[in-house]
């Protein structure tokens, strides 16, 4: 990310929020497109919206080997590739609702973890090219591993890699950072969908998210290299444990054949935190000088996400446990009907 924040305009290298710009408008546009996907799923159509984003996906890779200034970036990472990458991540998690039940949150781990092993592999790839190659021949070359694997990349982490370098460590600190959260990452999948095949996935959700909180609460203080590759493995985890189990309460909610629409419309939602997540981030470092202040709002909000997620949990429970007691007739009236 420091290579973008460097191949844009002098006065956008200078701001610790280029990069972080990216990274949201990539993270947003994840969920974004999950309305319209959703709906297309549920109407049978997903190999078409696949193929499309293929193509756009590895075209945005090579335009950014071209690009110079920062709004060019913006087009090519943020919003390009970020686009593709929600259809690619909704179409992906909708399909594994229809084929599993028992080990859907197992399923969706391992199929998450492909994703994290790649973005393992991406910050290293980077680092190794841009020691022999320009960043645009760089980019060239993973262009070509894309088009050759078709594989989702990774949406990285916002701040913890330009604190980083901020902070005087190596600037190649990035690099490894991203790696390292990605590698645990695989492991929060796996131990998060194994807990929420267990256990209740809302349950899962809340506790991942309340980790990750403590972890934005703690990360400014990480004054040494030690500090913050804990810090990073404590980010993987959690946010491996959200990614884990953010699928199967959607799927719970209502009959499977409507389930892209409600993922769709969940996912689309999630849009607006993600932008609105780092602008605020940035006023703060701005107004402040201070990554403390940043932590400090950052965990604050995940504690209250975490809040509501538990009111969510009770309001869906309780009408389920009411429901319970009611004799099969009754039952069978609630039923939801089909079309």
Not at 49 to 54: E, L, V
Not at 194 to 223: K, Y
Request: with cysteine.
């Amino acid at each position: 990310m420091d290579r973008f924040r460097a191949g844009s305009s002098p006065s956008a290298a200078a701001e610790p929020w280029v990069p972080s710009w990216l990274i949201r408008h990539q993270s947003a546009l994840g969920y974004a497109p999950g309305l319209f996907v959703g709906r297309l799923f549920d109407m049978g159509y997903f190999r078409l919206p696949t193929f499309i984003s293929s193509i756009l996906f590895v075209a945005c890779i090579f335009l950014t080997a071209e690009c110079t200034k920062y709004w060019q970036f913006l087009l090519c990472q943020g919003f390009g590739i970020g686009i593709t990458n929600g259809v690619f991540f909704n179409i992906g998690s909708m399909v594994l609702t229809h084929w599993f039940k028992k080990r859907l949150g197992l399923a969706l781990a391992i199929a998450y973890g492909g994703t994290s092993i790649f973005g393992c592999f991406v910050p290293i790839l980077m680092k190794a090219l841009l020691q022999h190659f320009s960043f645009q021949w760089a980019m060239r070359i993973l262009g070509f591993i894309i088009l050759g694997l078709l594989v989702i990349t990774n949406l990285a982490l916002a701040y913890i890699t330009v604190s980083a370098i901020d902070e005087g460590f190596n600037a190649n600190l990035s690099y490894d950072l991203v790696a390292i959260v990605n590698a645990v990452m695989t492991l929060g999948q796996l131990v998060g969908g194994l807990l929420a095949d267990r256990f209740d996935p809302l349950d899962v959700l809340i506790g991942s998210t309340m980790l990750d909180a403590i972890v934005n609460f703690a990360w400014p203080f990480a004054n040494d290299v030690a500090a913050l590759v804990v810090i990073t493995v404590l980010i993987g985890i959690s946010v491996g444990g959200v990614y884990a189990s953010m699928v199967q309460p959607f799927e719970r909610m209502g009959r499977l054949e409507d389930v892209g629409m409600r993922m769709g419309m969940g996912f689309t939602l999630i849009t607006g935190g993600l932008v609105a997540g780092s602008p605020i981030s940035g006023a703060i470092f701005d107004a402040t000088g201070s990554y403390e202040n940043v932590g400090y709002y950052s965990g604050s909000i995940l504690v209250l996400s975490a809040a509501l997620m538990a009111v969510t949990r009770f309001l869906m429970v309780k009408p389920a446990q009411e429901r319970c007691k009611m004799p099969e007739g009754e039952k069978t009236q609630l039923e939801p009907t089909s079309p």
